[in-house]
């Protein structure tokens, strides 16, 4: 009886080791937030704007380098523009895409995606190795989202590069959505992800 019951409780203490993850398994990295960037593309019939956020964050990947998981975060307040050489009409649009019309900044300040799937990609249209899909959640909503990027793995240095576009209108960013009107800015802003990753302190 004695020799059952140990029996039993080594096999608890195997399945209980076996289901528990190995943190010796996951190696964590961290944003370089001085390399990386997300920009943006807004376009109207007639014109577009350019220009960047700034992004934090931490990733998780195996000792393979296949990522695992992660989360990142946008300050929606650190938005700049590349395109307008004028100071005063740059800082009018920044300040109209900071309000209400937009990304309510006050209201919404981050962000945020937070990786659900990671699986190989290939297009022969693309240079992207990954699809990764995540919950984006921006101006107070959550939907999913699945980004082609290039992964790239050297020593202990990781880089991904993606471009999708993102429709506005999912998230409830519905001004300027009339055809008709004097304004009219279309529903898909192009993104591009340019994410640099260092190892975690």
Same mark, same amino acid.
């Given at each position: 009886? /004695?020799?059952?019951?140990?029996?039993?409780?080594? !096999?608890? +203490?195997?399945?209980?080791?076996? $289901?528990?993850? @190995?943190?010796?398994?996951?190696?964590?990295?961290?944003?370089?937030?001085?390399? $990386?960037? &997300?920009? %943006? *593309?807004?376009?109207?019939?007639?014109?577009?704007?350019?220009?960047?956020?700034?992004?934090?964050? #931490?990733?998780?990947?195996?000792?393979? #380098?296949?990522?695992?998981?992660?989360?990142?975060?946008?300050?929606?307040?650190?938005?700049?523009?590349? =395109?307008?050489?004028?100071?005063?009409?740059?800082?009018?649009?920044?300040?109209?895409?900071?309000?209400?019309?937009?990304?309510?900044?006050? &209201?919404?300040?981050?962000?945020?995606?937070?990786? *659900?799937? +990671?699986? @190989?990609?290939?297009?022969?249209?693309?240079?992207?190795?990954?699809?990764?899909?995540? @919950?984006?959640?921006?101006?107070?909503?959550?939907?999913?989202?699945?980004?082609? !990027?290039?992964?790239?793995?050297?020593?202990?240095? /990781? !880089?991904?590069?993606?471009?999708?576009?993102? #429709?506005?209108?999912? %998230?409830?960013?519905?001004?300027?959505?009339?055809?008709?009107? @004097?304004?009219?800015?279309?529903? =898909?802003?192009?993104?591009?992800?340019?994410?640099?990753?260092?190892? !975690?302190?």
């Amino acid at each position: 009886m /004695i020799r059952k019951i140990y029996s039993l409780l080594l !096999a608890a +203490v195997v399945l209980g080791a076996c $289901s528990r993850k @190995d943190p010796e398994l996951t190696i964590n990295s961290t944003v370089d937030e001085g390399l $990386s960037s &997300v920009e %943006w *593309k807004g376009s109207a019939p007639t014109h577009f704007h350019r220009g960047a956020f700034k992004v934090s964050g #931490n990733l998780q990947t195996d000792k393979q #380098n296949k990522i695992t998981g992660g989360s990142f975060v946008i300050p929606i307040a650190s938005i700049t523009n590349f =395109d307008l050489t004028n100071e005063a009409e740059r800082q009018q649009l920044l300040t109209h895409l900071k309000s209400d019309d937009f990304f309510n900044v006050t &209201v919404h300040p981050e962000a945020k995606f937070v990786i *659900k799937k +990671v699986e @190989d990609y290939s297009d022969a249209a693309s240079s992207a190795n990954t699809l990764i899909t995540g @919950d984006f959640t921006m101006i107070g909503q959550t939907h999913s989202i699945s980004i082609p !990027a290039l992964v790239k793995s050297e020593n202990d240095k /990781i !880089a991904a590069e993606g471009s999708f576009n993102l #429709n506005r209108l999912t %998230w409830g960013m519905n001004s300027f959505n009339d055809p008709e009107a @004097d304004l009219y800015i279309l529903p =898909d802003v192009e993104i591009s992800l340019k994410l640099y990753f260092k190892p !975690a302190m």
